[in-house]
């Protein structure tokens, strides 16, 4: 069953989501079995018909200029029963911008509703797919599952205390050998909160769900404390990776462009001799390149049979490492004799932790791991 959603700004309908759409422009669309006006006045009406077997059924949703909205249900035989009605804004506001759902499927258990433009922002900040204004203090079932094709885990974020209740595991290992199918559940019970979030995520495939389910009784959300903003820190991310995928002449300088980003990352590092790395890393380098007078790529074991053979077949006497770099460089070989530094920036789902691994180019594309290498990790 997917869900329309219609983007609303300035009082017009200026887009969607995509789910099949036959007509948008900014005061009537027509997608997912519904039909949307705007009225003059700025009221916004949408019908869901279809008939079926007993005859016309139809689910009807207005929204006032005033932010009051009513869904409505209307079957043969019957009234028209209110399914749900209430103020869809902040009080003393009007219907401006926002986001309007619109379910598909079987029209009677169709639904709709709308997220002002404050609100929406906040749930699209924090990662959050639906709110449920329920205590948040009960116990949550947290469920991790393999099976088949797929994999279903969850996860439980608050500010209050949790404690386990109680756990419970289910293999089918020895009825279905060699498929690693098992699910388990453990019982959170959660006390003392004001907030929490039940994530759970599913892979299926090629397709990814994810949804995050906020608890409270707090009917104004950003009185909250403590949610992680998940656009924040996925913005974070991604600027880490716009950094690390650069290519630095040297460690030092990626650290400090990383550390601009997120100044309490930590870590070590691996080093061999400096010295040591520079010989190593040219001769690597150039052992992979050169070819002899009947086009045979060389390949050496050792950096000084590199050199040698080098010297023997080119008839030249490479008295230093810059020599030899300076050669290559005048010969075409423009990175042969430059190393440059790279970040590769994973995280968790939660997107509450990084780790960082800054290595060379020429580590990676030859396997040779002898030069420095920074691990480093950070809260975000």
Wanted: some cysteine.
């Amino acid at each position: 069953m997917a869900t329309l959603q219609v983007r609303i700004e300035n009082g017009f309908f200026v887009g969607t989501n995509g789910c099949y759409v036959s007509t948008v422009e900014p005061t009537h669309v027509i997608a997912n079995g519904w039909e949307c006006l705007i009225d003059e006045d700025g009221t916004i009406k949408c019908d869901a018909v279809r008939g079926y077997s007993d005859g016309e059924h139809s689910m009807r949703y207005v929204i006032q200029p005033n932010g009051f909205a009513k869904l409505t249900l209307k079957v043969p035989d019957d009234k028209v029963k209110t399914l749900r009605k209430g103020f869809v804004t902040p009080k003393g506001t009007k219907l401006s911008d926002g986001l309007l759902g619109l379910a598909g499927g079987y029209i009677d258990e169709r639904y709709a509703y709308f997220r002002d433009g404050s609100f929406q922002k906040f749930l699209e900040e924090h990662g959050i797919s639906a709110v449920k204004h329920e205590n948040p203090n009960q116990t949550f079932s947290i469920r991790n599952a393999r099976y088949g094709g797929g994999e279903c885990y969850s996860y439980l974020l608050t500010d209050g205390k949790v404690e386990e209740e109680g756990y419970s595991t289910e293999s089918w290992e020895e009825s279905c050998p060699g498929t690693c199918a098992y699910e388990g559940n453990e019982y959170l019970k959660v006390t003392g909160a004001t907030w929490a979030i039940h994530k759970q995520t599913q892979h299926e495939g090629d397709s990814h769900n994810c949804f995050r389910i906020l608890y409270t009784l707090e009917k104004d959300l950003t009185k909250l404390v403590g949610i992680p903003n998940i656009r924040e820190k996925e913005e974070k991310i991604s600027l880490l990776r716009e950094v690390g995928s650069k290519g630095f002449l040297s460690l030092e300088e990626l650290e400090k462009s990383l550390l601009e980003i997120v100044p309490n990352l930590k870590g070590k590092r691996e080093c061999k001799d400096p010295e040591y790395v520079q010989v190593d890393r040219v001769y690597y380098h150039l052992s992979s390149m050169l070819e002899t007078n009947n086009g045979n790529l060389i390949s050496f074991s050792s950096s000084n049979e590199a050199k040698k053979a080098l010297e023997e077949l080119r008839g030249i006497k490479f008295e230093s490492s810059e020599m030899l770099e300076n050669y290559l460089f005048e010969h075409g070989f423009k990175d042969a004799g430059v190393t440059r530094y790279y970040a590769y920036v994973s995280t968790n789902d939660e997107k509450t932790k990084v780790w960082i691994e800054m290595r060379p180019s020429t580590s990676k594309a030859h396997g040779f791991n002898g030069f420095c290498r920074d691990f480093w990790t950070a809260e975000i």
